[in-house]
Structure formats: structure tokens, C-alpha cells
């Protein structure tokens, strides 16, 4: 890698942030349209399935032909697509309403730090270990600099995710608190309980690969126990297991079903954010998605083989030779990652919610042994090796 | 300074006497009329009924008959040709599905327990459309209540229904109050009922029958009726500082501030035209602006 | 330093799941209801005042806005009380289709309930499934009378019009398709652990307490006692059909879960019978074109999707309206058993009893 310029390297920064957000921007949107196609099939909806384009233009004119013809309109991708925008557009455009007796400030912050607790995980999340492309040399300022697939290479980016993650729960409890009113209250002490208590099999059960990675830097250990180097073939198991704990309390961090408690509708209106209009809201929602990403990006790295092809460090048996399966790819990354986001729509079409004293239940009888015992037989593996 | 206000002393009300007055000289829409009869069922008045009107028939018969022989005398004397002799009336006989129940006497062996059983406090007893009915004097309704609850041969565990009926045109009591009573085990029904005046408490049946609590509160909301040793008295349907009992017989119908005229009917729109004449003599514009 | 304050909340009268505009005070310590105080009234119209106004055949319109998810249900109350106060004797044909259409409304009414009680505990698919079928039925509604919701399907003294031609087939189209998707909500609920976890020992109120209060219908029969009013006290063409009265001995909001299913079984079955053993003849009795009561009152009551649904008339000689109308609804009366149900238990629970009472407010405060 050539020495950079300070100059150098703040463009080079800030381009990969600018990618990153960029990348962020367009997945949550396609990952709500998403929602609503998946959770749409599954659930016989009409909106997210039929509804599509108006009658004007070429998309009109197709779609006509089709209804003609007693069909459903064959742009089948874009069916539910107005619905998709007419959703983000309600968002920007809704008037922001702030109660008159909430703390104004406290109220404006809280979305804020939610948005920035998800969006700064992502500085230390590497999506290919490597250069992605090299600018070509004519490029003014970067040229010939290498784009790579991370923003930064931190060696102690774990502690940094999981420390910045946690950050995200005060902006649920401060906007909670400063609505200053019953039902958001109520969703914000759910969530403090219940955010504290998944964090602690969380971590426990993100400790197994870093026991049997010996490293705490995401890149590192993403291409560790990807390939399984330095490792033993029996840690494939603890991985597993981890691999089930972990997602398990990632639903619960990021409060989708079956622990969506904070903002139960049913029970507590809309939870945390009873109160929040517009884009205050648009905000959470963002972050709360953007979480689900996260969650998603570390699943993927740590316990589903990362870049390369086979998970659970399973790809020692493809050596390095074969062509495509055996290098490491976006591709694989990102497959897992839009993987593990499918299962999340799948379970919540699926599954109901967890009462709140059954939730600390699970939490605290079930997940905290679990992960203790397997935190324990991972680094006996580890020993023994 | 202004002058304090002297508190005005409400014109005295014609009709009715209860104990809410309504001021129907504010809203002459507001007037009801109020029943002439008391469709209170029961078997004596329907056998004093049917007695009254044999006798009525009996006596029209007569008439007739008297009417035909003076007519007949009166004929003969001036020689015309004598009238047709009357035809006793027979009553009409309707080709049709219906068979009015009439009030019976009271065969089934629970009514008969009950009276053995509460004696003289039975004020009657009959069946009617299938229906048993046992009316019960006031003061002994909870006694009444705890037997058909208690008693091994009659069992009335639950009480499905209470609600009562105003009657204002009666002269010694203001409304019915019925129990209607089910028996799960032996699939029976029973209405228990009693009559009581105005003003007065009946006890209540919460601590027999703890589902009549939000009955009796309907009843009180809704007739005014209120109950004696009932833990929650209040109002459950209506808000606490309405006026006035909604199903009692001198509740009018149309409310406050109800519009006079009734839009839907005004076919021609003679009276929408009044109303906006009348608008704009006050100064308002009801009509739409119209573009040019 | 530290002191322990109990919060009040209002659970309505806008709140997503109490389903309409019943309003519940609730006394919180923490999430655990320390005091549960339901208050109703906010949807008061005056049914029974407006029913001594109107004629015998007008009233009947009125009880299709009472319990709005059964209302032919209310129809037949109605139907049948008035016909019990003039002593009309019903064609056998027009009793086979009141009681098929009843069943395809408690049908109705059942999936509605199993959709927002899922959606209150958090399952949302199930909502869509049952919607579907509901959809398929309130068709037939709306070919049997016109209309979907607001049906006044019947008359008294019988229908106003036989079955459209058609109507049979496309009913046995339903019977065939029915128990298939029945199967579908079973496979995402029943055995579900999530589902288990957040009925089982929920909101239990036993026999006895159910019989004092009055209450009636399926909570009454997960209690364990199996009154049924269509085999209790039969009327319609009920005791003619061969059904059973599921019952659960558990008292719980899985066990009123079950009986409700199992009853949607039973309904299937009398539609079936229905439809097989439909007698030719009249649809309608011979009955005068201006009813006159005389004096009378009849406590008429049937077995509705909610429970027992009774009409209390009083009669006037010469009247063209009921002297006096009382309708003894179902909700109203179940409604008691709240308190009872979730005093001393976690608000969430709130929500699955409210939806386990399977409560319209329309027909509460009537």
C-alpha cells in the first residue's frame, strides 16, 4: 500500500463514508420494500403484490394489456413499488410534531443518537478484506490509491461495535423519557430491561470466535474462522451453537418479532415512539433497520464463513485452487447478510410476541447458560488445540 | 361592577311528574306522548279482560236484538216489509300462521314449588308463550332470588338477564323489573318479577347472582331505579352528569339542538330555501360561492 | 430515597386493540395490574330507545349495528323473539336457511375473532389467512341479501326471498375449501411454543365464577360446562342437526382458543346438513302486512357467536312497536369477567383476555 498524503487520506475517508452511507441509504429502503413484498406473499396481501404503476405510460400500457388479458401485470418486480414510495415520501413530508410538555431537546436528540449508534458501527465493519479496485492514476487527488473494502482497520474493532451499538438503547429511553407520556415510558423501561439483558449473551456469545480467532479485529477474524485456519475442525460446533444464540438475541436487540416489545402495538400503542411524527420517526425506523443490517453483517462475518463460501469454517475443505468457491467474494458476504435479513421478515410473518416477563425468562434462564456453557467448550477446543 | 344574578325559580312543569322535568317550552319537539294503557302481562287482567268482553259482546247481542224488535214492531205498525233478523257475531277468523300466546294458567312444577314455597308473598303466577312468569312482592324479591338459587329442585344458578319497563299510565306502581333466571343443569328458564313504585329501592341481587351488578347499573342508568346495598351505583352507559332516565316513557326522542327541520324529508326544497331566506335575513351566506 | 408509586393508564378508548372504543382504567405497578376498571358507553346509541319507535319489521335493522361481526346472528333473535311474541309458526325451509346462514355468520364471526386476537398476541399472518375466508363468506352474505355487513337477512315470519339460484353451489364450494384452511391457522397457532407460552394459564376464570357472573357462550364452555342454547333451549332448525358441544375443562385463554376452533368445526357440519337436507316448500308464513300485538312479553334468547344473545320484548294491545325492547347482549355481561381475569397479572395479559372475551363494543353499549 503506497503512503498517502494527509490530504490523501481524508478524501480516501471520506469517499468510503460517503460509500458506505451510500450503501446503508439504499439498503434500508430496498430492505423495507423488501418487508413488504416477502411478509406480502406470505401473507396473501393484495397492496404489496397487485398494486402496480398507474395506467399512463409504458408500464400503463403493459399493465392494461395484461388486466385485458385477466392477468396480473407482468412487471412483477414493481408491483407494490407505489406503495413503497408513497411510504418514504409520507415520511419526509409529515409535519413534525413535538408535544408541548416534552423536553424539546432531550426529544430532538434521542433520534439522533439512535441514527448515529447504527451508523458509526459500520467504520469498523469491513465487507471484503481486501482492495476492491484501484482508482486509475489520472483520478484528481486518489489516483492510484486502492478503494478498500472497509472504511477503517481497527485491531480492536469489536470492543468499538459492541460499545457504539449499546449507545443505540439511551436513544430509545431518552426519546421514551422526554415524551413525557404513559405508553412511551412503558416501551422505553421495556427496552432498557430488556436491551441490558440480551447484551450480555450477545457479547458472551460473539467471545466464542473471538476465543477461537484469538483476534478482536473484524477483518481478521472474519478471514480466520472463514477458512478455518489455525483452528480445529471441532469448533465448528461451538460456532454453531453461537451462531444460534447470537441471532436469537440479535432479534432481540434490534426489537423485531418475537421480541418487539418496546414497541408492541398492540399493547403499548407504538412503544418508545408513541409520539414521534415525521422524520423523528423516520429516524428510528432507520436506525432500526440499519441495526438489523448490522446484526445481519456480524452474523455473516463471524459465523457464516464471512467472505468465503461455506460457513461455520467449513471451507477448509474447498482448497483455495478452485476457482470462485474457493476465494473470498462480496458476493458470499453480502448473500449471507440478505439471508439473515430474509429470516427476520420470515419470523416476523411467523411467530407472535414474547410476554415481558417470559422475554427476561428466556433471556436470563435460557440464553446466559447457554452461552456460558458454550463460551466454556469453545475454549476448551481452544486449549486443547 | 355587575349586578349579581338573581337565581330565576324554573317555571312549574305541566307534564310530566317525574323526577327529571324537561322544558319542553324551549323545544316544543320535544313533547311526547306518553302511553295511555299499562301492557303489563299477567292473568288476572287478562281474565277480567275476557270476562269484560264477553260481557261487552253479550251486551252489543242484546242491543241488537232489542234493536231488531223495536225496528220489527215498528214495521208491523206501518205495514212494511219487516227487517232481517240480527246474526249473532261470530268472531273473525284469520287465515293466517299466527296463534296469539295467550296468558295461561300455571301448570309447570317450578311455579308451583315457588308459590308452595314463598306463600302469600306470590303476588302470581302463570305461563305464557311457553314462558313462566312469577311476580313477587317487592319487598320479597331476594328472597325469591335466593330460592331459585338455593332451592334443590329448582336451581337457578344463573341470572341471564335484568331489566325493567316503565309504565307511567299505572296507578300503584311505576315500573316492572324482571330476573330473567336459566338453570344450566336442568335447562329451564324462569322470569321473576316485581312491581315497584317510583322512588322506591329494591334490594340487590349482586350478592346472590354477582353478574347483576352491571345489569342494575344499567337499569339505574337507563330507568332511574336505583338499588339498595349495590357496591358501584352509577352510571355505566350514559356519562355521570346526564339528565335524565333515557328509556323511562317521558324521555323524548329528539334531542337538544336537534335541527327543526328535517332536511331528508324536504323533498321539494321549499323548506331549504326558508331556511337559507331565514339565514340571510341573520347575515349568513349558506349558499356555495359560485365561479363566474 | 426510593419510593414505590403505582401508575394509572387509560387502555383506550383509541388504543389498537381493545378493539373498538372500550376503555380500560388500569392501576400499574410496573407492568402488573394492581386494579382493572373497564368503562364502556362510548358507542351508546339507544338501540332499545330507538326500537320502541319503530315498527316490528323496522327494529330488526337496528340489531345489525349491535354485534356488526354477527349480525344475522342478531337478526334471528330478533326474528325469533318477535315471532315468539305473535305465536308465528315458521316454514321448515325458512328455518334451514336462518340456521345456515347463522352458522356461516358464526363462521364469520369466529375468524374475525381468531384474526384480532392472533394480531394481539403478535401474530400477524394469521389475521390475512382468516380475512381471506371471512371475504369468501361475506360474499354470500351480499349474494343471499345484498349486503355484506348490515344484513337484515331476515323477516319476520320467515325470508323475504328464497336462496339465490347458485347459492348452494357456491356454499358448498366454501365447505369444501374450509376445513383445508382451517388446517393453515391450526399449523401456525396451535402448537406454536410462542402462542403456548402466551395462552396457557392466561387469563382463567373457572366454572363457577363464570355461572355467577352470567357468563356465557365459548368462555363459558372452556370452563368445562357445555351449555349451548342451540341444543338447550333449540330453536331454528337446531334440533334437527346433529352436532356437539365442545367443551375444555382448562379455563384458560388456549382452552377458549380450542372450543372456539372446534365450534368452527361444528358449524361446518350444521351447514353441511344444511345444505344436504334443505326441504322444498315456503320461505315465508302467512302473516297479516301490519302486525298489532297483544299484551305480552317474551324473553327470547339464542346461541350467538359471543354468547347467549337474548331479546326481551314487552307488547301493547293494538301495537304496531315493541311497548318495550331490551336486548340482553353477550359482550355486555362477559365483559364483567375482565377484572377478574387480569387483576394481578402483566398488562400484555390485558390485551390476550380482551381479545379472549372476544368482545364488540357495539353490542356493549348498544
Same mark, same amino acid.
Given at each position: 500500500?503506497?503512503?498517502?498524503?494527509?490530504?490523501?487520506?481524508?478524501?480516501?475517508?471520506?469517499?468510503?463514508?460517503?460509500?458506505?452511507?451510500?450503501?446503508?441509504?439504499?439498503?434500508?429502503?430496498?430492505?423495507?420494500?423488501?418487508?413488504?413484498?416477502?411478509?406480502?406473499?406470505?401473507?396473501?396481501?393484495?397492496?404489496?403484490?397487485?398494486?402496480?404503476?398507474?395506467?399512463?405510460?409504458?408500464?400503463?400500457?403493459?399493465?392494461?394489456?395484461?388486466?385485458?388479458?385477466?392477468?396480473?401485470?407482468?412487471?412483477?418486480?414493481?408491483?407494490?413499488?407505489?406503495?413503497?414510495?408513497?411510504?418514504?415520501?409520507?415520511?419526509?413530508?409529515?409535519?413534525?410534531?413535538?408535544?408541548?410538555?416534552?423536553?424539546?431537546?432531550?426529544?430532538?436528540?434521542?433520534?439522533?443518537?439512535?441514527?448515529?449508534?447504527?451508523?458509526?458501527?459500520?467504520?469498523?465493519?469491513?465487507?471484503?478484506?481486501?482492495?476492491?479496485?484501484?482508482?486509475?492514476?489520472?483520478?484528481?487527488?486518489?489516483?492510484?490509491?486502492?478503494?478498500?473494502?472497509?472504511?477503517?482497520?481497527?485491531?480492536?474493532?469489536?470492543?468499538?461495535?459492541?460499545?457504539?451499538?449499546?449507545?443505540?438503547?439511551?436513544?430509545?429511553?431518552?426519546?421514551?423519557?422526554?415524551?413525557?407520556?404513559?405508553?412511551?415510558?412503558?416501551?422505553?423501561?421495556?427496552?432498557?430491561?430488556?436491551?441490558?439483558?440480551?447484551?450480555?449473551?450477545?457479547?458472551?456469545?460473539?467471545?466464542?470466535?473471538?476465543?477461537?480467532?484469538?483476534?478482536?479485529?473484524?477483518?481478521?477474524?472474519?478471514?480466520?474462522?472463514?477458512?478455518?485456519?489455525?483452528?480445529?475442525?471441532?469448533?465448528?460446533?461451538?460456532?454453531?451453537?453461537?451462531?444460534?444464540?447470537?441471532?436469537?438475541?440479535?432479534?432481540?436487540?434490534?426489537?423485531?418479532?418475537?421480541?418487539?416489545?418496546?414497541?408492541?402495538?398492540?399493547?403499548?400503542?407504538?412503544?418508545?415512539?408513541?409520539?414521534?411524527?415525521?422524520?423523528?420517526?423516520?429516524?428510528?425506523?432507520?436506525?432500526?433497520?440499519?441495526?438489523?443490517?448490522?446484526?445481519?453483517?456480524?452474523?455473516?462475518?463471524?459465523?457464516?464463513?464471512?467472505?468465503?463460501?461455506?460457513?461455520?469454517?467449513?471451507?477448509?475443505?474447498?482448497?483455495?485452487?478452485?476457482?470462485?468457491?474457493?476465494?473470498?467474494?462480496?458476493?458470499?458476504?453480502?448473500?449471507?447478510?440478505?439471508?439473515?435479513?430474509?429470516?427476520?421478515?420470515?419470523?416476523?410473518?411467523?411467530?407472535?410476541?414474547?410476554?415481558?416477563?417470559?422475554?427476561?425468562?428466556?433471556?436470563?434462564?435460557?440464553?446466559?447458560?447457554?452461552?456460558?456453557?458454550?463460551?466454556?467448550?469453545?475454549?476448551?477446543?481452544?486449549?486443547?488445540? | 361592577?355587575?349586578?349579581?344574578?338573581?337565581?330565576?325559580?324554573?317555571?312549574?312543569?305541566?307534564?310530566?311528574?317525574?323526577?327529571?322535568?324537561?322544558?319542553?317550552?324551549?323545544?316544543?319537539?320535544?313533547?311526547?306522548?306518553?302511553?295511555?294503557?299499562?301492557?303489563?302481562?299477567?292473568?288476572?287482567?287478562?281474565?277480567?279482560?275476557?270476562?269484560?268482553?264477553?260481557?261487552?259482546?253479550?251486551?252489543?247481542?242484546?242491543?241488537?236484538?232489542?234493536?231488531?224488535?223495536?225496528?220489527?214492531?215498528?214495521?208491523?205498525?206501518?205495514?212494511?216489509?219487516?227487517?232481517?233478523?240480527?246474526?249473532?257475531?261470530?268472531?273473525?277468523?284469520?287465515?293466517?300462521?299466527m296463534?296469539t300466546p295467550?296468558?295461561?294458567?300455571?301448570?309447570?312444577?317450578?311455579?308451583?314449588?315457588?308459590?308452595?314455597?314463598?306463600?302469600?308473598?306470590?303476588?302470581?303466577?302463570?305461563?305464557?308463550a311457553?314462558?313462566?312468569?312469577?311476580?313477587?312482592?317487592?319487598?320479597?324479591?331476594?328472597?325469591?332470588?335466593?330460592?331459585?338459587?338455593?332451592?334443590?329442585?329448582?336451581?337457578?344458578?344463573?341470572?341471564?338477564?335484568?331489566?325493567?319497563?316503565?309504565?307511567?299510565?299505572?296507578?300503584?306502581?311505576?315500573?316492572?323489573?324482571?330476573?330473567?333466571?336459566?338453570?344450566?343443569?336442568?335447562?329451564?328458564?324462569?322470569?321473576? +318479577? $316485581? &312491581?315497584? %313504585? #317510583?322512588?322506591? !329501592?329494591?334490594?340487590?341481587?349482586?350478592?346472590? @347472582? =354477582?353478574?347483576?351488578? /352491571?345489569?342494575?347499573?344499567?337499569?339505574?342508568?337507563?330507568?332511574?331505579?336505583?338499588?339498595?346495598?349495590?357496591?358501584?351505583?352509577? +352510571? $355505566? &352507559?350514559? %356519562? #355521570?352528569?346526564? !339528565?335524565?332516565?333515557?328509556?323511562?316513557?317521558? @324521555? =323524548?326522542?329528539?334531542? /337538544?339542538?336537534?335541527?327543526?327541520?328535517?332536511?331528508?324529508?324536504?323533498?321539494?326544497?321549499?323548506?331549504?330555501?326558508?331556511?337559507?331566506?331565514?339565514?340571510?335575513?341573520?347575515?349568513?351566506?349558506?349558499?356555495?360561492?359560485?365561479?363566474? | 430515597?426510593?419510593?414505590?408509586?403505582?401508575?394509572?393508564?387509560?387502555?383506550?378508548?383509541?388504543?389498537?386493540?381493545?378493539?373498538?372504543?372500550?376503555?380500560?382504567?388500569?392501576?400499574?405497578?410496573?407492568?402488573?395490574?394492581?386494579?382493572?376498571?373497564?368503562?364502556?358507553?362510548?358507542?351508546?346509541?339507544?338501540?332499545?330507545?330507538?326500537c320502541?319507535?319503530k315498527t316490528f319489521f323496522q327494529g330488526q335493522?337496528?340489531t345489525?349495528?349491535?354485534?356488526?361481526?354477527?349480525?344475522?346472528?342478531n337478526n334471528l333473535g330478533w326474528a325469533e323473539g318477535v315471532e315468539k311474541l305473535f305465536g308465528i309458526?315458521v316454514?321448515?325451509?325458512?328455518?334451514?336457511?336462518?340456521?345456515?346462514?347463522?352458522?356461516?355468520?358464526?363462521?364469520?364471526?369466529?375468524?374475525?375473532?381468531?384474526?384480532?386476537?392472533?394480531?394481539?398476541?403478535?401474530?400477524?399472518?394469521?389475521?390475512?389467512?382468516?380475512?381471506?375466508?371471512?371475504?369468501?363468506?361475506?360474499?354470500?352474505?351480499?349474494?343471499?341479501?345484498?349486503?355484506?355487513?348490515?344484513?337484515?337477512?331476515f323477516r319476520i315470519g320467515g325470508?323475504?326471498?328464497?336462496?339465490?339460484?347458485?347459492?348452494?353451489?357456491?356454499?358448498?364450494?366454501?365447505?369444501?375449501?374450509?376445513?383445508?384452511?382451517?388446517?393453515?391457522?391450526?399449523?401456525?397457532?396451535?402448537?406454536?411454543?410462542?402462542?403456548?407460552?402466551?395462552?396457557?394459564?392466561?387469563?382463567?376464570?373457572?366454572?363457577?365464577?363464570?355461572?355467577?357472573?352470567?357468563?356465557?357462550?365459548?368462555?363459558?364452555?372452556?370452563?368445562?360446562?357445555?351449555?349451548?342454547?342451540?341444543?338447550?333451549?333449540?330453536s331454528?332448525?337446531?334440533?334437527?342437526?346433529?352436532?356437539?358441544?365442545?367443551?375444555?375443562?382448562?379455563?384458560?385463554?388456549?382452552?377458549?382458543?380450542?372450543?372456539?376452533?372446534?365450534?368452527?368445526?361444528?358449524?361446518?357440519?350444521?351447514?353441511?346438513?344444511?345444505?344436504?337436507?334443505?326441504?322444498?316448500?315456503?320461505?315465508?308464513a302467512?302473516i297479516?302486512?301490519?302486525l298489532k300485538s297483544e299484551?305480552n312479553e317474551v324473553y327470547h334468547?339464542i346461541?350467538?357467536?359471543?354468547?347467549?344473545?337474548?331479546y326481551y320484548f314487552v307488547g301493547?294491545?293494538?301495537g304496531t312497536t315493541p311497548?318495550?325492547m331490551?336486548?340482553?347482549?353477550?359482550?355486555?355481561?362477559?365483559?364483567?369477567?375482565?377484572?377478574?381475569?387480569?387483576?394481578?397479572?402483566?398488562?400484555?395479559?390485558?390485551?390476550?383476555?380482551?381479545?379472549?372475551?372476544?368482545?364488540?363494543?357495539?353490542?356493549?353499549?348498544?
Open positions: 500500500m503506497p503512503t498517502m498524503t494527509l490530504t490523501q487520506t481524508l478524501v480516501m475517508g471520506l469517499i468510503q463514508i460517503v460509500a458506505v452511507l451510500v450503501l446503508i441509504f439504499v439498503m434500508v429502503p430496498l430492505l423495507t420494500f423488501a418487508e413488504r413484498k416477502v411478509i406480502g406473499y406470505v401473507q396473501v396481501r393484495l397492496g404489496a403484490t397487485r398494486t402496480a404503476g398507474g395506467h399512463r405510460g409504458l408500464t400503463g400500457a403493459l399493465n392494461r394489456g395484461m388486466w385485458a388479458m385477466g392477468k396480473v401485470p407482468v412487471l412483477s418486480i414493481l408491483r407494490g413499488l407505489p406503495v413503497f414510495i408513497a411510504d418514504i415520501l409520507k415520511l419526509i413530508l409529515k409535519e413534525d410534531i413535538i408535544p408541548e410538555k416534552a423536553d424539546r431537546a432531550v426529544f430532538t436528540l434521542a433520534p439522533i443518537l439512535s441514527v448515529m449508534a447504527a451508523f458509526g458501527v459500520f467504520s469498523a465493519i469491513a465487507f471484503y478484506p481486501g482492495v476492491l479496485f484501484t482508482f486509475p492514476a489520472g483520478f484528481p487527488i486518489v489516483g492510484g490509491l486502492p478503494f478498500m473494502g472497509f472504511i477503517s482497520d481497527v485491531n480492536v474493532s469489536l470492543l468499538y461495535i459492541i460499545g457504539l451499538a449499546s449507545v443505540g438503547v439511551y436513544g430509545i429511553v431518552l426519546g421514551a423519557w422526554a415524551s413525557n407520556s404513559k405508553y412511551p415510558l412503558l416501551g422505553g423501561l421495556r427496552s432498557a430491561a430488556q436491551i441490558v439483558s440480551y447484551e450480555v449473551p450477545l457479547t458472551l456469545s460473539l467471545l466464542v470466535p473471538v476465543v477461537l480467532s484469538g483476534s478482536l479485529n473484524f477483518r481478521e477474524m472474519s478471514l480466520r474462522l472463514g477458512t478455518g485456519e489455525g483452528m480445529s475442525w471441532l469448533a465448528t460446533f461451538p460456532l454453531m451453537a453461537g451462531f444460534l444464540i447470537y441471532t436469537t438475541c440479535g432479534f432481540a436487540e434490534t426489537n423485531r418479532t418475537p421480541f418487539d416489545l418496546p414497541e408492541a402495538e398492540n399493547e403499548l400503542v407504538a412503544g418508545f415512539h408513541t409520539e414521534y411524527s415525521g422524520m423523528k420517526f423516520g429516524f428510528f425506523y432507520l436506525a432500526e433497520y440499519t441495526n438489523m443490517i448490522v446484526v445481519s453483517t456480524f452474523a455473516s462475518g463471524f459465523f457464516l464463513g464471512g467472505y468465503h463460501f461455506l460457513p461455520f469454517g467449513l471451507q477448509r475443505f474447498i482448497p483455495a485452487t478452485v476457482p470462485f468457491f474457493g476465494q473470498p467474494s462480496l458476493i458470499f458476504f453480502f448473500g449471507k447478510v440478505f439471508f439473515i435479513l430474509f429470516t427476520y421478515l420470515w419470523v416476523r410473518a411467523t411467530l407472535p410476541r414474547y410476554r415481558y416477563d417470559q422475554l427476561m425468562d428466556v433471556g436470563w434462564k435460557y440464553l446466559i447458560p447457554l452461552t456460558l456453557v458454550n463460551l466454556f467448550v469453545a475454549a476448551m477446543i481452544r486449549f486443547a488445540y | 361592577m355587575s349586578e349579581p344574578i338573581e337565581p330565576q325559580t324554573p317555571a312549574e312543569p305541566e307534564v310530566p311528574t317525574g323526577p327529571y322535568v324537561y322544558d319542553y317550552a324551549a323545544s316544543p319537539q320535544r313533547q311526547v306522548v306518553l302511553p295511555k294503557t299499562v301492557p303489563l302481562p299477567s292473568l288476572k287482567t287478562y281474565r277480567a279482560e275476557v270476562v269484560a268482553q264477553q260481557a261487552a259482546d253479550e251486551a252489543k247481542w242484546q242491543k241488537m236484538q232489542a234493536d231488531y224488535e223495536t225496528a220489527k214492531a215498528k214495521a208491523e205498525a206501518e205495514g212494511k216489509e219487516a227487517p232481517k233478523p240480527p246474526v249473532k257475531p261470530v268472531p273473525r277468523k284469520d287465515d293466517n300462521d296463534k295467550w296468558p295461561q294458567e300455571a301448570k309447570a312444577p317450578d311455579l308451583l314449588r315457588l308459590q308452595e314455597l314463598l306463600g302469600d308473598k306470590v303476588e302470581e303466577v302463570f305461563e305464557q311457553g314462558e313462566l312468569t312469577c311476580q313477587v312482592r317487592k319487598e320479597a324479591l331476594h328472597e325469591a332470588l335466593r330460592l331459585c338459587r338455593d332451592d334443590a329442585s329448582l336451581k337457578y344458578e344463573m341470572l341471564a338477564d335484568q331489566t325493567g319497563t316503565h309504565y307511567p299510565a299505572a296507578k300503584d306502581f311505576a315500573f316492572s323489573l324482571v330476573y330473567q333466571l336459566t338453570s344450566i343443569s336442568r335447562r329451564k328458564r324462569l322470569r321473576v +318479577r $316485581i &312491581l315497584v %313504585p #317510583e322512588g322506591f !329501592e329494591p334490594e340487590s341481587a349482586c350478592s346472590l @347472582y =354477582p353478574g347483576a351488578n /352491571w345489569m342494575e347499573r344499567e337499569t339505574y342508568d337507563m330507568l332511574g331505579i336505583r338499588f339498595k346495598d349495590h357496591p358501584d351505583m352509577t +352510571r $355505566i &352507559l350514559c %356519562p #355521570e352528569d346526564w !339528565e335524565g332516565y333515557p328509556l323511562r316513557k317521558e @324521555y =323524548p326522542t329528539v334531542g /337538544w339542538g336537534q335541527r327543526d327541520i328535517d332536511l331528508r324529508e324536504d323533498r321539494g326544497g321549499v323548506l331549504m330555501r326558508i331556511a337559507m331566506e331565514k339565514a340571510g335575513q341573520m347575515g349568513i351566506n349558506l349558499k356555495q360561492p359560485q365561479a363566474d | 430515597m426510593f419510593k414505590n408509586e403505582e401508575m394509572e393508564i387509560n387502555l383506550g378508548p383509541q388504543h389498537p386493540s381493545t378493539h373498538g372504543v372500550l376503555r380500560v382504567k388500569l392501576r400499574l405497578d410496573g407492568e402488573t395490574v394492581v386494579k382493572c376498571t373497564p368503562i364502556i358507553g362510548y358507542l351508546h346509541r339507544g338501540v332499545e330507545k330507538i320502541e319507535n335493522v337496528w345489525d349495528r349491535m354485534d356488526y361481526v354477527a349480525a344475522i346472528s309458526e316454514p321448515r325451509r325458512a328455518r334451514y336457511i336462518r340456521t345456515m346462514l347463522t352458522e356461516m355468520n358464526r363462521l364469520a364471526s369466529h375468524l374475525l375473532w381468531l384474526a384480532t386476537h392472533a394480531l394481539d398476541i403478535g401474530a400477524m399472518t394469521v389475521f390475512l389467512y382468516t380475512f381471506r375466508e371471512r371475504e369468501y363468506l361475506l360474499d354470500l352474505f351480499e349474494a343471499f341479501c345484498g349486503a355484506r355487513l348490515t344484513t337484515t337477512a325470508l323475504r326471498e328464497d336462496l339465490p339460484p347458485g347459492f348452494i353451489k357456491q356454499a358448498q364450494a366454501f365447505q369444501d375449501i374450509f376445513l383445508d384452511c382451517m388446517e393453515e391457522y391450526e399449523t401456525l397457532l396451535s402448537e406454536n411454543r410462542i402462542w403456548k407460552k402466551r395462552t396457557v394459564g392466561v387469563a382463567k376464570i373457572n366454572a363457577e365464577d363464570c355461572i355467577a357472573l352470567g357468563i356465557t357462550g365459548p368462555v363459558l364452555r372452556a370452563a368445562g360446562v357445555p351449555y349451548d342454547i342451540r341444543k338447550a333451549f333449540p331454528a332448525a337446531y334440533a334437527e342437526m346433529d352436532f356437539e358441544i365442545p367443551t375444555r375443562p382448562e379455563a384458560d385463554t388456549y382452552a377458549r382458543y380450542l372450543v372456539r376452533l372446534a365450534e368452527m368445526r361444528q358449524s361446518h357440519r350444521i351447514i353441511q346438513q344444511c345444505i344436504d337436507g334443505l326441504p322444498e316448500g315456503p320461505v315465508m302467512k297479516p302486512k301490519i299484551v334468547s346461541e350467538a357467536p359471543k354468547g347467549e344473545l337474548g301493547e294491545k293494538g311497548y318495550r331490551h336486548v340482553r347482549a353477550p359482550s355486555f355481561v362477559n365483559m364483567q369477567a375482565l377484572s377478574k381475569m387480569v387483576e394481578g397479572r402483566l398488562l400484555a395479559d390485558v390485551i390476550a383476555a380482551i381479545g379472549t372475551l372476544d368482545v364488540v363494543l357495539g353490542e356493549i353499549d348498544r
